[in-house]
């Protein structure tokens, strides 16, 4: 894993050992079958693979295609300028902006490690498909 700024976005990038665990540990394919993750954009957007090979943006939550921008992500020789600040950690809203959190630094904001993140976004994902299943007719 390599983590750090690339220009204005603080990116993690998974190694490509790395991809299969991490969309597993995300359990993308129950959001975005057929695309896996290759790292986090800005701590809120995951990056993420379709099978022919082409890069998207996506929030972590609600994990859901209407919301795959392409994005350009760097190869695997980029430099990312290091920042010991963050390094090991994720900026993480307790309140998903989804469910109406503030995304702002305050209250809403908590640093956590990689694993709580993945608890945290699988929790989320689990909750947004539930409550969107439970009334089909609501939008986002």
């Known amino acids: 894993m390599r983590e750090g700024w690339y220009g204005d976005d603080y990116l993690i990038l998974f190694d490509e050992s790395e991809i299969g665990g991490a969309s597993d540990r995300f359990a993308i394919s129950e959001s975005l079958a057929d695309y896996e993750v290759v790292g986090l954009r800005g701590?809120?957007?995951?990056?993420?693979?379709?099978?022919?090979?082409?890069?998207?943006?996506?929030?972590?939550?609600?994990?859901?295609?209407?919301?795959?921008?392409?994005?350009?992500?760097?190869?695997?020789?980029?430099?990312?300028?290091?920042?010991?600040?963050?390094?090991?950690?994720?900026?993480?809203?307790?309140?998903?902006?989804?469910?109406?959190?503030?995304?702002?630094?305050?209250?809403?904001?908590?640093?956590?490690?990689?694993?709580?993140?993945?608890?945290?976004?699988?929790?989320w994902n689990r909750k947004y498909r539930e409550l969107k299943g439970n009334n089909p007719n609501k939008t986002d």
Request: glycine share 8%; charged share 15%; proline share 9%.
């Open 43 to 123: 701590w809120s957007d995951f990056i993420v693979r379709d099978g022919s090979g082409q890069t998207y943006s996506v929030p972590t939550v609600p994990l859901t295609s209407q919301y795959l921008e392409p994005f350009c992500a760097p190869t695997q020789g980029a430099a990312l300028k290091s920042d010991p600040r963050f390094a090991g950690k994720i900026n993480w809203c307790v309140q998903p902006v989804v469910f109406g959190g503030n995304p702002r630094l305050g209250e809403n904001i908590i640093w956590v490690d990689h694993s709580r993140h993945s608890q945290l976004v699988l929790f």
